[in-house]
């Protein structure tokens, strides 16, 4: 290895320890979100495609697959919630062009499918709550978690109209959407797992009580008269 590597592989080990140090000095505030707070979710879900959608897709969810979940009829999903995509069979997508995209922010926004899962709660909720003014930034703002993040505070007009409580709820809501989509499934698995577990809790009383019953014979014989 020549001196000229060595040194980029140097710096670049020193920026990746400054960055992690940097993250690590990050306070995340609690989402505590609750996937089964359907009024949560819904609204959310109208958040999210209202405010959201515009920049982000969520591509590995269907529009037909929130209506099942969230106890909403395919009509009113149709109506209200799909500004991209013509049916609810659809996955949920974006109607920027991505030239545009490249355009107005220097890359195409991510795709938001998995970002709780990869990023935590705890993130989305305080990130969506710590935009600032910043004049030296191209949208005016800046963000405390996530600096010069290229990305305006899109949910400046709740924050105008809603006091702080509800805008924290507003935003909560979003981000226990977000923690829906990342994992729909969880929905089915978290109900079922309490199925589980009393049905294991049960059989552990059932099989002890065998158990019992055979050492009986094992401990006196079924030969021996027991005391």
């Known amino acids: 290895m020549n001196i000229k590597l060595k040194l980029i592989v140097g710096l670049s080990v020193l920026l990746f320890s400054v960055n992690i140090f940097a993250a690590s000095k990050v306070h995340l505030d609690h989402a505590d979100t609750d996937i089964f707070d359907?009024?949560?979710l819904?609204?959310?879900?109208k958040l999210f495609m209202n405010y959201c959608s515009g920049c982000h897709e969520i591509s590995l969810m269907r529009y037909?697959?929130?209506?099942k979940d969230l106890n909403l009829t395919e009509e009113h999903v149709?109506?209200?919630l799909m500004f991209a995509g013509n049916?609810?069979?659809?996955?949920i997508t974006t109607a920027m062009p991505e030239g545009a995209a490249t355009k107005w922010f220097g890359g195409v926004p991510p795709d938001?499918?998995?970002?709780?899962?990869?990023?935590?709660t705890d993130w989305i909720y305080t990130y969506l709550r710590s935009f600032y003014d910043d004049e030296e930034r191209i949208f005016g703002v800046n963000n405390k978690?996530?600096?010069n993040a290229s990305m305006p505070d899109v949910l400046w007009p709740l924050r105008e109209s809603q006091s702080e409580a509800e805008f924290d709820q507003s935003v909560l809501d979003i981000t226990n959407f977000l923690d829906y989509v990342g994992e729909p499934a969880k929905?089915?698995?978290?109900k079922l797992g309490k199925w589980v577990l009393l049905f294991l809790s049960i059989l552990f009383i059932l099989a002890y009580m065998l158990k019992r019953e055979y050492w009986k014979d094992v401990k006196y014989g079924i030969w021996r008269p027991r005391d």
């Open 42 to 45: 819904q609204n959310g879900a």
């Open 64 to 67: 037909n697959r929130i209506a």
């Open 145 to 147: 978690v996530l600096v």
């Open 87 to 91: 049916k609810v069979g659809q996955t």
């Open 78 to 80: 149709a109506r209200n």
């Open 38 to 40: 359907e009024a949560s």
């Open 187 to 190: 929905l089915i698995r978290l």
């Open 112 to 120: 938001l499918s998995l970002v709780s899962r990869s990023k935590g």
